[in-house]
């Protein structure tokens, strides 16, 4: 068997289903690092015409968490970039993170929630007091819910800031406050191009310099820091220089194998907080067991051949990367439909999802291989492409 693809180039290729997909895995949490998947939303597209605003498909999306969880991952809710800000809102996220934190709690999985601002409407100058009360009211939904906090970079704190020293007091009234320690963000402007010149500098030194003394200020406070700038040397550099117990979640989508293996010879290595987790969960869980095995080789030989995937899903514009992990679940058969919060499944072009389901096929990663081909052919005919 084999299915007729279209190419960037305008021409087309023939690719073979994958006839040995990975066998199904139960396992526990690793206890080497902490790997955390930045699970993708559901939506429910026959009830979006009926209401305004988002509306999710409850029981989808969180059978999507318990599948993670039971795989050994941890769940970053509410964290979804390309959704949360794009289409999900914070009464829908609020939800979000209510129902999610309540099913970790039943089952026992690791979850963290994002906090931000984007109840605040944009474009309105807002004031810092204003950017801190945000903040501060969904850091205490996160904590009422029973969940860990991810204090998320921004777009209204980048726009209202004079300089560093306004983040060195909205994070800091904000670390002193907080319930349990949190976890910080720092998002790159290939993600969100709103959040260009975070920490105060357009210079990424600079910047280094001001999230460092953030957390020197309140280490107590501060669980880890996740770093989204696909930059694994600035990875390398920051977490060399966090004061001790404090993490670092890799956020590099590009690079992550290689820092979260580590560097060996007592340098520290990175834990992982990635949206690439979701669509390769089967083989980042078994990564996982490989670390915990103290078998680096064996971590690398699973996780590398994803990088090519992940790279192609994440290319630029890579706000947009969401629409190819929400296809793959589609086609793995983790929910019934293709589309999406804020109508994103229309962000890319076909021969992009072509080749996503292709790479994601040839690693094993949709569990019936016959049904994701027959998927991708009925997307196929949508476009009017025959397969």
């Given amino acids: 068997m ?34 955390y998947a930045a699970a993708h939303v559901v939506s429910d597209p026959l009830a979006a015409s009926a209401q305004a605003g988002p509306v999710v498909d409850w029981e989808s999306t969180m059978a999507f968490r318990h599948r993670l969880w039971a795989q050994g991952l941890g769940v970053a809710e509410a964290m979804d970039t390309a959704q949360r800000g794009m289409g999900l809102d914070w009464p829908a996220a609020a939800e979000l993170i209510r129902r999610s934190a309540a ?20 474009g309105c100058g807002h004031s810092l007091t204003a950017i801190v009360a945000a903040y501060e009211d969904q850091l205490a939904h996160i904590e009422a819910c029973g969940a860990g906090a991810v204090l998320m970079a921004s777009r209204t704190l980048a726009a209202a800031a004079r300089g560093p020293e ?3 007091e909205v994070y800091g009234r904000l670390l002193r406050q ?42 107590e406070k501060v669980d880890g820091i996740k770093l989204s700038l696909l930059d694994a040397e600035r990875e390398r550099d920051i977490r060399r220089r966090l004061p001790p117990g404090v993490r670092c979640y890799t956020g590099d989508d590009h690079h992550y194998p290689e820092l979260i293996a580590g560097d060996g010879a007592g340098e520290p290595a990175s834990d992982a907080l990635l949206g690439v987790f979701d669509p390769i969960a089967p083989l980042a869980a078994r990564a996982a067991l490989a670390l915990d095995r103290d078998d680096p080789a064996g971590f690398r030989e699973l996780l590398d051949p994803t990088v090519a995937l992940s790279r192609h899903l994440f290319a630029p514009p890579t706000r947009y990367y969401k629409t190819g992990v929400v296809l793959l679940a589609w086609l793995a058969g983790y929910q019934e439909h293709f589309t999406m919060v ?16 292709e790479q994601a096929d040839l690693l ?7 049904l994701a081909e027959a998927r991708m052919r ?10």
Avoid: N
């Fill in 166 to 168: 306004d983040y060195l």
């Fill in 2 to 35: 084999s299915i007729r693809l279209p190419a960037a180039d305008g021409g087309h290729r023939l690719h073979r289903p994958c006839t040995d997909p990975l066998a199904p895995l139960v396992c526990g949490p690793a206890r080497s690092r902490r790997f």
């Fill in 342 to 357: 804020g109508g994103l499944q229309s962000a890319r072009p076909l021969p992009h999802l072509a080749a996503a389901y």
């Fill in 103 to 122: 099913e970790a709690r039943a089952v026992g999985g690791r979850i963290v929630c994002g906090a931000g601002t984007d109840q605040l409407a944009p």
């Fill in 378 to 387: 009925q997307l196929l005919a949508v476009y009017g492409v025959a397969a």
């Fill in 178 to 219: 907080s319930a349990r320690p949190v976890v910080l963000h720092w998002l790159g402007p290939m993600f969100d191009p709103g959040l260009a010149g975070y920490w105060g500098h357009a210079e990424l030194d600079a910047a280094t310099e001001v999230l460092l003394k953030i957390i020197a200020d309140c280490p």
């Fill in 364 to 370: 094993g990663l949709f569990p019936d291989p016959e």
